[in-house]
């Protein structure tokens, strides 16, 4: 079992930025794939980015390309999202996913966090 638990979220002027935070626990993530999800009310949930635990590798949705950035902090077995250039259209709750593959996410995920809030204002 793996849990998740995310921070960071806040209300934030357009144009500002925001880093979110993923604290996971309960097992080894030498095999994991984590990564971020979003939902605007009313919209289907949607891919954010994604990074494999055991080789780094990052994949964006293009939404969010030039803008975002996913990291890893191995000491903190944590994950960021580092979010730059908000805009409106980003506020959503955002879930931090993790799938028991090295490629699982987007394309699936084995456990969630509770979701946290980001409003962007114009």
């Known amino acids: 079992q793996v849990q998740l638990v995310e921070s960071g979220g806040g209300l934030v002027q357009a144009g500002g930025s925001l880093r979110l935070s993923c604290a996971a626990s309960?097992?080894?993530?030498?095999?994991?794939?984590v990564g971020w999800f979003r939902q605007a009310p009313g919209k289907e949930r949607r891919f954010v980015a994604s990074?494999?635990?055991?080789?780094?590798?990052?994949y964006y949705d293009d939404s969010v390309k030039g803008r975002f950035t996913i990291a890893r902090d191995n000491a903190k077995n944590t994950v960021y999202l580092q979010m730059d250039g908000l805009k409106p259209d980003d506020t959503a709750i955002y879930y931090c996913?993790?799938?028991?593959?090295?490629?699982?996410?987007?394309?699936?995920?084995?456990?969630w966090g509770q979701g946290t809030q980001v409003t962007v204002s114009s």
């Open positions: 990074i494999s635990w055991s080789d780094g590798y990052i």
């Open positions: 996913a993790a799938d028991s593959s090295p490629r699982g996410i987007p394309y699936s995920a084995d456990y």
């Open positions: 309960g097992r080894t993530f030498s095999s994991l794939s």
